[in-house]
């Protein structure tokens, strides 16, 4: 993976059954190996500035089934089976708020 000046990169969290797009969190290397090593999405708290596993306060942890690289090594995809609402407002998914004009 190409981690940014920061020694991050983008994941896109997708659900792996519908296909809906969750959330999009930064992983540095500590979080991608704990992802691939325990099977729950680690990411990155770039305001907290420290690693945060996906649901410790909520509940709302993240089953990763697949682990994507795309073609520039410099994103990742997530896909995964969500154990409740992903986004921290209580909504399903973070993208739920549509721009318009």
């Known amino acids: 993976?190409?981690?940014?000046?920061?020694?991050?990169v983008p994941a896109i969290v997708q659900d792996a059954d519908s296909g809906e797009m969750l959330m999009l969190a930064y992983m540095n290397e500590e979080a991608l190996r704990l992802t691939l090593s325990s099977g729950d999405a680690w990411?990155?708290?770039?305001?907290r500035q420290k690693l945060w596993?996906?649901?410790e306060t909520s509940g709302n942890y993240i089953?990763?089934?697949?682990?994507w690289k795309d073609c520039d090594s410099d994103t990742i995809l997530?896909?995964?089976?969500p154990a409740g609402p992903v986004c921290h407002t209580g909504n399903k998914t973070c993208f739920f708020q549509k721009l318009t004009g």
């Open 1 to 8: 993976m190409k981690f940014n000046e920061k020694g991050l």
């Open 43 to 47: 990411f990155y708290s770039r305001s």
């Open 53 to 55: 596993h996906k649901g």
């Open 63 to 67: 089953k990763v089934v697949s682990v």
């Open 78 to 81: 997530l896909q995964g089976r």
